[in-house]
């Protein structure tokens, strides 16, 4: 049983050194023909720390970011790729969810993780648990995430999370809840998204083979698919599949493009347009190998950088909702 979502497109932004240049790009992305604008619930600017996470120096907070977005677009859904369970007090993030949820008339997207980023962890002076605690902490946020929507009372006493003598408010548009997207790359947090959230969000696999048993990176992603097949059931059918290509490039010169990439990750360029972090082809390769990887690791919906959004919007033109 394999996905039969349709396709939706979503841009992931991190710069913007204005509040036009911000107005503008969520504008643009609604213009082009996305679905959804994302930001990241990472924090660090330049330096050493940001340079050890691997990850491009943020500008903008995500909550403040997403609802001024929300503000100047009127479809375009908003939503941050993800929410670190440690970077927030579970009941305060719930609650500006909500409020996000109301004020946007209903675009809310939320997406959920338990952490990553070691160094970034380390930089703003967070204790960076093991990793079967930080997903221990997910599943009672998740929990505290729909009780606290759902209007009723709370008694949550949980080893990560307290919500006691109280009710959620504001109560979301979207009912009974936001879709929730949840992400991971191992079994338990993908067993767990396949039975708790609307979205699954297949973490980016390593350029090279993965695990003892030597997978190659499209048979990992296929492996990933299958733990959520497995734990999903009857749901899979519901359920949205996400993937975020980190290079994507739309060129009548893909052999050019593989090699820039290809120096860029210090990895030979061969096959890596087939690497389901990659999509590098014209127009029309790109098309058909989307429509491949939907059918083998089930990916529906798919997030594009910021600086590759204009690119990309012919494949979005000629996608969304097929």
Same mark, same amino acid.
Request: aromatic fraction near 8%; hydrophobic fraction near 40%.
């Given at each position: $049983?394999?996905?039969?979502?349709?396709?939706?497109? *979503?841009?992931?932004? !991190?710069?913007?050194?204005?509040?036009?240049?911000?107005?503008?790009?969520?504008?643009?992305?609604?213009?082009?023909?996305?679905?959804?604008?994302?930001?990241?619930?990472?924090?660090?600017?330049?330096?050493? @720390?940001?340079?050890?996470?691997?990850?491009?120096?943020?500008?903008?907070?995500?909550?403040? +970011?997403?609802?001024?977005?929300?503000?100047?677009?009127? !479809?375009?859904?908003?939503?941050?790729?993800?929410?670190? &369970?440690?970077?927030?007090?579970?009941?305060?993030?719930?609650?500006?969810?909500?409020?996000?949820?109301?004020?946007?008339?209903?675009?809310?997207?939320?997406?959920?993780?338990?952490?990553?980023?070691?160094?970034?962890? /380390? *930089? $703003?002076?967070?204790?960076?648990?093991?990793?079967? /605690?930080?997903?221990?902490?997910?599943?009672?946020?998740?929990?505290? $995430?729909?009780?606290?929507?759902?209007?009723?009372?709370?008694?949550?006493?949980?080893?990560?999370?307290? @919500?006691?003598?109280?009710?959620?408010?504001?109560?979301?548009?979207?009912?009974?809840?936001?879709?929730?997207? &949840?992400?991971?790359?191992?079994?338990? &947090?993908?067993?767990?998204?396949? /039975?708790?959230?609307?979205?699954?969000?297949?973490?980016? &696999?390593?350029?090279? !083979?993965?695990?003892?048993?030597?997978? =190659?990176?499209?048979?990992? @992603?296929?492996?990933?698919? +299958?733990?959520?097949?497995?734990?999903?059931?009857?749901?899979?059918?519901?359920?949205?599949?996400?993937?975020?290509?980190?290079?994507?490039?739309?060129?009548?010169?893909?052999?050019? @493009?593989?090699?820039?990439?290809?120096? =860029?990750?210090?990895?030979?360029?061969?096959?890596?347009?087939?690497?389901?972090?990659?999509?590098?082809?014209?127009?029309?390769?790109?098309?058909?190998?989307?429509?491949?990887?939907?059918?083998?690791?089930?990916?529906?919906?798919? =997030?594009?950088?910021?600086?590759?959004?204009?690119?990309?919007?012919?494949?979005?033109?000629?996608?969304?909702? =097929?």
């Amino acid at each position: $049983m394999t996905s039969v979502q349709p396709f939706r497109f *979503a841009v992931q932004a !991190t710069k913007a050194t204005s509040a036009k240049e911000w107005r503008d790009t969520a504008r643009s992305v609604q213009d082009l023909g996305y679905s959804t604008l994302f930001l990241a619930d990472h924090y660090l600017g330049p330096g050493s @720390a940001q340079r050890q996470a691997r990850w491009p120096a943020q500008y903008l907070a995500p909550l403040t +970011a997403l609802a001024t977005a929300a503000a100047v677009t009127d !479809t375009l859904r908003v939503g941050c790729r993800v929410f670190c &369970v440690d970077y927030h007090a579970p009941g305060v993030l719930a609650k500006e969810a909500a409020t996000l949820d109301l004020l946007s008339d209903g675009r809310l997207e939320f997406g959920i993780g338990a952490g990553w980023s070691e160094p970034e962890y /380390r *930089a $703003m002076g967070i204790e960076f648990a093991p990793a079967g /605690r930080r997903v221990d902490k997910l599943v009672e946020v998740v929990g505290l $995430m729909k009780a606290q929507w759902g209007g009723e009372p709370l008694d949550l006493r949980g080893e990560h999370v307290t @919500a006691v003598d109280h009710a959620g408010l504001p109560l979301p548009v979207q009912r009974p809840h936001p879709p929730i997207m &949840v992400g991971g790359s191992r079994r338990r &947090v993908l067993s767990f998204a396949a /039975r708790e959230a609307d979205i699954v969000s297949l973490a980016n &696999v390593p350029f090279d !083979t993965v695990g003892e048993a030597g997978r =190659t990176p499209t048979e990992e @992603a296929e492996h990933r698919y +299958a733990m959520v097949r497995e734990a999903a059931g009857d749901r899979i059918s519901l359920l949205e599949v996400e993937s975020s290509p980190f290079f994507t490039r739309i060129t009548d010169d893909p052999a050019a @493009a593989a090699e820039r990439v290809g120096r =860029t990750l210090g990895v030979p360029p061969e096959g890596l347009p087939d690497h389901p972090n990659v999509l590098i082809g014209t127009l029309d390769e790109v098309v058909d190998r989307l429509q491949e990887r939907r059918e083998r690791f089930g990916a529906n919906y798919i =997030t594009v950088q910021q600086g590759e959004a204009e690119r990309f919007a012919p494949v979005v033109a000629r996608l969304t909702g =097929t």
